[in-house]
Nanobody, 115 residues
C-alpha cells in the first residue's frame, strides 16, 4: 500500500507560480511512474505530467514550457512546479503513483488562478 499526501495548492494571480508537492509513504525509488492529473468542473480528469523510474518526463501540450515535474528520492516526494499560470489551469490537481501493477491516488489539491 502507498499513501500519497499532496500539498501546495492555493489561489494565485495569472502569471504567478505555485509548487505542488506529493509525499509518499514509502520509497519512490522503485515506482514505475508518478503522475500529476487535474480535473476541472464538468471535465474529465486530464494527465498533466509524468516522471518515470529513470527520470524521464512527459507533459500535456498545454503546459509544456510552463510546468516542471521533478522528484526527490531522498524525501519520497514528487513535485509539480507551475509557472506562468493561466486561468485555464484552475482545477483540482491529483498525484498518482503506479507501482506493483496498481494505481495509487492522493487527495486532490485545489489550484485557482484568478485576479
Amino acid at each position: 500500500q502507498v499513501q500519497l499526501v499532496p500539498s501546495g495548492g492555493g489561489l494565485v494571480q495569472p502569471g504567478g507560480s505555485l509548487r505542488l508537492s506529493c509525499a509518499a509513504s514509502r520509497s519512490i525509488f522503485s515506482f514505475n511512474l508518478m503522475r500529476w492529473y487535474r480535473q476541472s468542473p464538468g471535465q474529465e480528469r486530464e494527465l498533466v505530467a509524468s516522471i518515470t523510474a529513470s527520470g524521464g518526463t512527459n507533459y500535456v501540450d498545454s503546459v509544456k514550457g510552463r510546468f516542471t515535474i521533478s522528484r526527490s528520492i531522498a524525501k519520497n516526494t514528487v513535485y509539480l512546479q507551475m509557472d506562468s499560470l493561466k486561468p485555464e489551469d484552475t482545477a483540482v490537481y491529483y498525484c498518482n503513483a503506479y507501482w506493483g501493477s496498481a494505481d495509487y491516488w492522493g487527495q486532490g489539491t485545489q489550484v485557482t488562478v484568478s485576479s
